[in-house]
T-cell receptor
């Protein structure tokens, strides 16, 4: 079975400061990795994903995450945050066994609440 | 292309009543997933469906919960005889293929 650990439940930062939200996973098989963002009282929006290829993936709004297989991590970073980045962020994994029985279901971490202060 | 639609957005039920949650996937998406977000527990997978078929219901409670995705119409998550512990946000996600899921806004169920 897979598991995801988000090491920080809350991360407060000031506007324009850099931020890193940490995510570690545990799995005995290859996985795909995702970051989702959830604004208050809304659903989850896919921020970025790693399926294969380059281990560094980027979103359109300046976030990036790097897949590190040896450290089983997929930390999310942004060099300069904005007030509008305030939200809860979820790291998730799914097993990448094409033809297997995972069916793409996601296992989520507990979430990290990012609060950006002016 | 409209996003994943869920209704109602908020649902209040008394203990013992039935709750029906509806999910309309994005156009062209044939895979539907249901997740539950309980307070202090995070998001948990419940069930995965394709049109007219339940593929994986390993996350569904064994009793009172059922799901369907008929050939026509939305996917339905049905909870019979609701209890206070069923109070949660229920999210539906749809996918054109199984490794990219798009979430709806959720239905927040409150059991009184």
């Amino acid at each position: 079975a897979q598991s995801v650990t988000q090491l920080d439940s809350q991360v407060p930062v000031f506007e324009e400061a850099p931020v890193e939200l940490r995510c570690n996973y545990s799995s005995s098989v290859s996985v795909y990795l995702f970051w989702y963002v959830q604004y208050p009282n809304q659903g989850l929006q896919l921020l970025l994903k790693y399926l294969s290829g380059s281990t560094l993936v980027e979103s359109i709004n300046g976030f990036e995450a790097e897949f590190n297989k040896s450290q089983t991590s997929f930390h999310l970073r942004k060099p300069s945050v904005h007030i509008s980045d305030t939200a809860e962020y979820f790291c998730a994994v799914s097993v990448s066994n094409a033809g297997g029985t995972s069916y793409g279901k996601l296992t989520f971490g507990q979430g990290t609440i990012l609060t950006v202060h002016p | 292309n409209a996003g994943v639609m869920q209704n109602p957005r908020h649902l209040v039920r008394r203990r013992g009543q039935e709750a029906r949650l509806r999910c309309s996937p994005m156009k062209g998406h044939s895979h539907v997933y249901w997740y539950r977000q309980l307070p202090e527990e995070g998001l948990k997978f419940m069930v995965y469906l394709q049109k007219e078929n339940i593929i994986d219901e390993s996350g569904m409670p064994k009793e009172r919960f059922s799901a369907e995705f008929p050939k026509e119409g939305p996917s339905i998550l049905r909870i019979q005889q609701v209890v206070r512990g069923d109070s949660a946000a229920y999210f539906c996600a749809s996918s054109p293929y199984i490794y990219e899921q798009y979430f709806g806004p959720g239905t927040r169920l409150t059991v009184t």
